[in-house]
């Protein structure tokens, strides 16, 4: 079992930066793969980004690519996504999940575990 916390969110000009935290409990962090997704008012949720148990291999969205970068730390039990060069269109929801298969995924219905959520507001 796996909980996830989400921190980092908020309100930020276009061309800013923001940096999420995914914070999780449990034993076995290191087994997992971690994802980042987003939900934007009226769209379905998208990947955004993901990272390997061990971090060695990682995946992101054509959207974010070159802006966007997942990373871990297994001693600490965090998964962070850092955002730069932002986008009113970056504005959503983002959650973190874990996939019991350490291996990274895109579709959401491979992820087990969800945070709740953190706002990021780009503004024009």
């Known amino acids: 079992q796996v909980q996830l916390v989400e921190s980092g969110g908020g309100l930020v000009q276009a061309g800013g930066s923001l940096r999420l935290s995914c914070a999780a409990s449990?034993?076995?962090?290191?087994?997992?793969?971690m994802g980042w997704f987003r939900q934007a008012p009226g769209k379905e949720r998208e990947f955004v980004a993901g990272?390997?148990?061990?971090?060695?291999?990682?995946d992101y969205a054509n959207s974010v690519k070159g802006r966007f970068t997942i990373s871990r730390d297994n001693d600490k039990k965090l998964a962070d996504l850092q955002m730069n060069s932002l986008k009113p269109e970056d504005t959503a929801v983002y959650y973190c999940?874990?996939?019991?298969?350490?291996?990274?995924?895109?579709?959401?219905?491979?992820?087990?575990?969800w945070g709740q959520g953190t706002q990021v507001t780009v503004s024009s």
């Open positions: 999940a874990a996939r019991s298969s350490g291996l990274v995924a895109r579709g959401q219905y491979a992820y087990n575990y």
């Open positions: 449990g034993r076995t962090f290191n087994n997992y793969a």
């Open positions: 990272i390997s148990r061990s971090g060695g291999t990682t």
